[in-house]
């Protein structure tokens, strides 16, 4: 990854749920922080959030999941990636995501969960390590 | 240990250092006699006086207490029916179900993109056939029940319900309930698509007018809870509502109404959410504001007119993840709000709401709080029992005038339906839940469990959560298809080509509606007509169109 590139996040929603507060907010902290965040609104499929990351050039996807559906969702979608081979993307995910949940999700290949009250600097701080480490 | 001793020393010269409400006012550590200047018959009035800010009813709840019901919805109609009927069987006094995200934005169980929100945060609603499922069982002339979905698609649940109570022979100015009416406010609670401001206004209206003149004991409701969630304070909650409120009473009025034949009816859904007394002060404001509007503005001469019903909630949004027991206290808290300000029904949010779909037992425990409020501590023995402290009444004083100078500056800007086109209402959200979160990052706000006596997962309890098959929406997908093979097809399509006709016209759409679900068409297919005949995709993705030539 070129130093002057700025680091570009592709923020979205999973499935019909309409609960965009959180998705909104990391969007306003991410920006805050000088990264480029491509905002995604309802309507998204594994499909339509994969072929975006790829047009986009995106070095991570942020997926926000408030009602469940990440759990059909999510592994769908890491199945594309791992065909189109978006390995160096970082996928995390967010929202209200039970613990329980958390091992298969990982197992699927997401990168980090972050539960709905987790602080926006361990996001930020997440992005900023693991974005270069993979970049170089 | 040192470490702990000098936490200890450090915590006992604890100071209270949070001295502004949660929407920002500065308050004083004392207030006295000089802080109030109230005309007692003038700005209190004894409950069921004008301006009912003590309360709408005379004797309150030793008239009634307050009606105790729980949004209920998951999974298929099935189970939303067994857990509707659970709800019942431990002593709730008035139902509620929530339809789930597709059914919200007017989109079928069987919609390319449903597939990972059947039955999620809701029931799938997607026909008369659901809601026979949903009901079946349940007397529908002894019950009052909330059609709660709140996104411009409610009124085709709500003709879902009255079809339904057509089918069953009975008389449905009878029927009691309550539905959402305010069509604006869902663009700010992720169903936008579903709600194009034009169209969304006139099915709103059209839903009031109908009520009015054909199911006159059902309730129409403006939800200010939902747009409380989206992160913006005590203030805006109530002006941004009373706000919508007002320019769906112009319509009718336009429409040729008279105020008193359908104000009675409003009902609103106050958030409750933490800080104590500044919710109470809102609760107390808005119930006095409301009247003063109501008889000022529009020039009602009924007093229930005036009346302003509050059917509160706990807060979803005050509660966290982590050590998700304490939420059990928040609520609990939060309904005391209900209570000690006389609303006329609550919901005690689930403590497992920011982890899951409720469980039974999530459920239970959110009637047992109101349980316990009414039977065991006797705060409902007095109306208005804070009434005359003097910080309570400082604080409503305050809210009040607030509250009015927000409703005026809207005004100002030509109302809200302007305030939505303009993008002033995005901002005003946008800038509220931004400055709340940094509020949070910063600890400027303490949120226990959360940012402030945080401990490490492991340590922390497992609750048991409520799974959601995808396998469940699949069979889902099945049923929807199977309707479509089964029912009179001629009947469904000269019954929606009706509709797309009415939609287009001036004529209230309700009875064609009603129609058209009678005959199982289903909620895509409605709202494909409506939004067709309103200028807009049939399909608020643009994935489907019509499977029928309009003309």
Known sequence: MKADRKIRVLMSKTGLDGHDRGAKVVTYFLRNEGMEVVYLGQFQTPESVVRTAIEEDIDVIGLSSLSGEHMSFVPSMMKLISQEGLDNVLVLLGGTIPRKEMPFLKEMGVDAIFESGSPMNSIIEFIKTHVSLRGS | MTKEIDRISEAYRQKMTDTKTWSGFEVKSIYTPEDIDL?????????????????????????????????????????????????????????????????????????????????????????????????????????????????????????????????????????????????????????????????????????????????????????????RETGINAVQEVAFLFSIAIAFIRELIRRGLDIDDFARRLSWIPSCHMDFFEEIAKIRAERRLWARIVKEWFGAQDPRSMWWRGAAKAAGCSLVAQQPLNNIARVSIEALVAVLTGCQALEVTTFDEPICIPTDEAHRISLRIQQIIAHETGIARVADPLGGSYYVEALTNKLEQEIMDLINKIEEMGGIIQAIKSEWLDREIDEALTRYQEEVENKERIIVGMNEFIIPPEEDVEIEHLEISYERGLERVEKIKSLRRKRDNEAVEASLKTLYGKSKGDSNIMPYVIDAVSHYATIGEVMGMVRLAHGNSYDPSETLSPSFPLE
């Open chain 2, 39 to 227: 005309d007692y018959e003038r700005d209190l009035g004894s409950p069921g006086t004008y301006p009912f800010t003590r309360g709408i009813h005379k004797d309150m709840y030793r008239g009634k207490l307050w009606t105790m019901r729980h949004e209920i919805g998951y999974g298929t109609p099935e189970d939303s029916n067994r857990r509707l009927k659970f709800m019942i069987e431990n002593g709730a006094t008035g139902l509620d179900f929530i339809a789930d995200n597709p059914t919200h934005l007017g989109m079928d169980s069987d919609h390319p993109l449903a597939i990972h929100d059947i039955g999620r945060t809701g029931v799938p609603l997607t026909s008369l056939a659901d809601m026979e499922e949903l009901m079946d069982g349940i007397p529908m002339e002894k019950v009052s029940t909330f059609t709660n979905t709140f996104s411009a698609c409610g009124f085709v649940v709500l003709a879902q319900y009255i079809s339904l109570a057509e089918k069953r022979g009975l008389n449905i100015t009878e029927l009691r309930g309550q539905v959402i009416t305010d069509t604006l406010h869902s663009r700010y609670c992720g169903y936008r698509p579903a709600a194009p401001v034009e169209q969304a206004f006139r099915v709103g209206a059209d839903l009031m007018e109908y009520l009015t003149r054909n199911v006159p004991k059902w309730n129409m409701i403006f939800p200010c809870y939902n747009l």
